[in-house]
């Protein structure tokens, strides 16, 4: 009488799984502003992990730093480019607003040069067609999301703060959620690829984002972009996010570039100059970093990526790759939702399939 039972509800609990899916995403699109910096606040975290590990395995000298000075460096230096990320911010939303009017006279300039260029009736089809744009309400409403922006930083810093104070409680406690001891060796291992996943993710890219950024800060400033630290903050930002960060990252200055200055020289020097070093950060350095792939289809990728920024705005598609991460983990580890695992990698092959499964999970 039990055999009946046992095959019928790995059945049962998927019908669960596609029921609780939908009240999932809505929780999620719901719960946005609370869960946001949360997560953000977890990923930033996991980041510091990875950064005690590196700090811990320095040498000089046949020395090395001691664990608990490997924290409080890690800690001062994620709270230092926290506060660096807040004062950019800040500043550049005002320097946003003190721009407007520069930059709506210089679009009325270029639309006169394309006029004498391309033909009034060409230039009267553009207007007509963006004529629903108010384009200074358009950049006042970014300004104002910038200064909104920080208040979300300081919030995150906050939730940092103190969960690095209860990093060794909370890595003490996760493992006594569960009723049993196999239970809470499962939360230790799927904990543990979680980690490992999301370290050596957040650390390789928070590397290759920071090397992108100092070159786009180093070449805006250098020719004198408007914008040039906030750009740069951009460019850091978006090299988290694949396939369509690279394109912002290059888009945005090019943008500004155009509008800004007379002659074309900037925006080649944006195009060629930086595009060239971070296609050589990302296609050469990076991969080398990486060391292993994540397992990841590309396609589930842009599916995470849509389905992320949808529920979560821009937010969102920064978070997009470790939460894919977290979730391939956490489904791979149940039978009614390890089809979800197999979508979402890239070969169909999961580290639990070299193990044996736990007769009572």
Same mark, same amino acid.
């Given at each position: 009488?039990?055999?009946?039972?046992?095959?019928?509800?790995?059945?049962?609990?998927?019908?669960?799984?596609?029921?609780?899916?939908?009240?999932?995403? =809505? *929780?999620?699109?719901?719960? +946005?502003?609370?869960?946001?910096?949360? $997560? @953000?606040?977890?990923?930033?975290? %996991?980041? &510091?992990?990875?950064?005690?590990?590196?700090?811990?395995?320095?040498?000089?000298?046949?020395?090395?730093?001691?664990? =608990? *000075?490997?924290?409080?460096? +890690?800690?001062?230096?994620?709270?230092? $480019? @926290?506060?660096?990320?807040?004062? %950019?911010? &800040?500043?550049?939303?005002?320097?946003?607003?003190?721009?407007?009017?520069?930059?709506?006279?210089?679009?009325?300039?270029?639309?006169?040069?394309?006029? +004498?260029?391309?033909?009034?009736?060409?230039?009267?089809?553009?207007?007509?067609?963006?004529?629903?744009?108010?384009?200074?309400?358009?950049?006042?409403?970014?300004?104002?999301?910038?200064?909104?922006?920080?208040?979300?930083?300081?919030?995150?810093?906050?939730?940092?703060?103190?969960?690095?104070?209860?990093?060794?409680?909370?890595?003490?406690?996760?493992?006594?959620?569960?009723?049993?001891?196999?239970?809470?060796?499962?939360?230790?291992?799927?904990?543990?690829?979680?980690?490992?996943?999301?370290?050596?993710?957040?650390?390789?890219?928070?590397?290759?984002?920071?090397?992108?950024?100092?070159?786009?800060?180093?070449?805006?400033?250098?020719?004198?972009?408007?914008?040039?630290?906030?750009?740069?903050?951009?460019?850091?930002?978006?090299?988290?996010?694949?396939?369509?960060?690279?394109?912002?990252?290059?888009?945005?200055?090019?943008?500004?570039?155009?509008?800004?200055?007379?002659?074309?020289?900037?925006?080649?020097?944006?195009?060629?100059?930086?595009?060239?070093?971070?296609?050589?950060?990302?296609?050469?350095?990076?991969?080398?970093?990486?060391?292993?792939?994540?397992?990841?289809?590309?396609?589930?990728?842009?599916?995470?990526?849509?389905?992320?920024?949808?529920?979560?705005?821009?937010?969102?598609?920064?978070?997009?790759?470790?939460?894919?991460?977290?979730?391939?983990?956490?489904?791979?580890?149940?039978?009614?939702?390890?089809?979800?695992?197999?979508?979402?990698?890239?070969?169909?092959?999961?580290?639990?399939?070299?193990?044996?499964?736990?007769?009572?999970?």
């Amino acid at each position: 009488m039990t055999q009946p039972s046992r095959a019928a509800d790995p059945l049962s609990t998927g019908f669960k799984t596609l029921i609780a899916l939908p009240i999932v995403i =809505w *929780l999620l699109s719901a719960g +946005s502003g609370f869960l946001i910096p949360l $997560a @953000i606040a977890a990923l930033i975290f %996991i980041l &510091s992990l990875a950064l005690v590990d590196r700090i811990y395995h320095i040498r000089l000298l046949g020395w090395s730093p001691p664990r =608990w *000075l490997a924290q409080i460096l +890690s800690v001062a230096t994620v709270i230092f $480019a @926290i506060l660096l990320i807040g004062t %950019i911010v &800040s500043s550049s939303a005002n320097d946003v607003q003190q721009a407007l009017p520069k930059y709506e006279e210089r679009l009325n300039q270029l639309g006169k040069q394309l006029e +004498s260029t391309l033909g009034p009736q060409i230039i009267e089809s553009v207007g007509r067609a963006l004529q629903k744009v108010d384009l200074a309400r358009w950049l006042a409403a970014a300004a104002g999301q910038l200064g909104g922006a920080l208040s979300m930083v300081v919030l995150v810093a906050l939730y940092l703060v103190f969960l690095m104070t209860e990093r060794s409680k909370w890595i003490a406690k996760m493992p006594r959620l569960a009723a049993t001891d196999a239970g809470a060796e499962r939360i230790t291992k799927i904990l543990n690829r979680i980690s490992i996943g999301v370290k050596q993710y957040m650390w390789v890219n928070a590397v290759t984002s920071a090397m992108s950024g100092l070159v786009a800060f180093a070449i805006f400033s250098w020719i004198d972009l408007d914008f040039a630290p906030l750009l740069a903050l951009v460019v850091f930002v978006v090299g988290f996010i694949p396939n369509i960060g690279a394109f912002i990252g290059i888009g945005l200055p090019c943008l500004v570039a155009l509008i800004q200055f007379d002659s074309v020289g900037p925006f080649l020097i944006v195009l060629f100059g930086y595009g060239a070093a971070d296609q050589i950060i990302s296609n050469i350095i990076q991969p080398q970093m990486q060391g292993h792939s994540l397992n990841l289809s590309t396609f589930m990728v842009m599916v995470s990526l849509t389905f992320f920024a949808t529920v979560w705005g821009g937010v969102g598609a920064f978070l997009a790759i470790p939460m894919m991460v977290v979730v391939l983990t956490i489904c791979a580890e149940f039978p009614a939702t390890r089809w979800i695992a197999l979508l979402l990698s890239s070969d169909g092959s999961l580290d639990g399939d070299r193990t044996e499964a736990d007769p009572h999970g």
